[in-house]
C-alpha cells in the first residue's frame, strides 16, 4: 500500500481535496437556505425556524439554516428517535405540511413537543418534509411560533405553496 509524502495515503488525500471542493457548495446551499427562512420570516409570522437536508444514509435531518431560539430543535434532531418519530407522525412523507394543532397525538406525548419544544415555550408550529418536483425526500421545514394560534391553516397554504420550490431549490 502507497503512502503519500508526509504520511497521507493517496485516497485520503483525495477525499480531503474532495471535502474542500464542496465547501464552497455547501456555504452557497446554506446561503440559499438561509434566504428561504428570511423570505418566509418576511411573509408569516412565527420565533423559530428550521431548514435541513436528509441523510438517507443514516436517516436524519442535517441543519443547514436556523433563525430564532432554534437550539431545542437542534438537539431534538440529534437525538436517536427523531427520524422514527417523524415517520410514525407521517412528517416524513409526501403531503402538506402539518400545523402542530394537527397532529394525530397530543402535544406533550410527542418527544419533539414534550421534551423540546414546549419547555423552550413553543406552542405552534407548522412542518413538514420537503420533496423535489422528482419525487426525491430531500429535507425538512419547520416554523415554529410562542402563539398556539400561529402559524396559521392559511400559512400553512403559503409553506405548502412554497415547499416544492424550497425542495428544488435544495
Known amino acids: 500500500e502507497q503512502v503519500a509524502a508526509g504520511g497521507v495515503h493517496p485516497e485520503g488525500a483525495e477525499r480531503g481535496q474532495l471535502r474542500q471542493g464542496l465547501d464552497p457548495l455547501r456555504e452557497g446551499l446554506e446561503q440559499r437556505a438561509r434566504e428561504v427562512l428570511e423570505a418566509l420570516g418576511r411573509m408569516l409570522s412565527f420565533d423559530s425556524g428550521w431548514l435541513a437536508v436528509r441523510d438517507p444514509e443514516r436517516h436524519r435531518h442535517v441543519p443547514l439554516a436556523t433563525t430564532g431560539a432554534a437550539e431545542p430543535l437542534h438537539r431534538y434532531f440529534e ?62 421545514l419547520s416554523l415554529l411560533a410562542e402563539d398556539p394560534g400561529r402559524p396559521s391553516p392559511d400559512d400553512r397554504q403559503v409553506v405548502a405553496a412554497v415547499s416544492r420550490v424550497i425542495a428544488d431549490g435544495l
Open 79 to 140: 437525538s436517536p428517535g427523531a427520524d422514527a418519530e417523524l415517520e410514525h407522525l407521517g412528517l416524513n412523507s409526501a403531503q402538506r405540511p402539518v400545523l402542530a394543532s394537527e397532529l394525530p397525538v397530543p402535544l406533550p406525548e410527542i418527544a419533539a413537543w414534550g421534551e423540546y419544544l414546549l419547555p423552550a415555550g413553543f406552542r405552534g408550529g407548522v412542518a413538514g418534509a420537503l420533496f423535489s418536483s422528482t419525487g426525491r425526500h430531500v429535507g425538512f
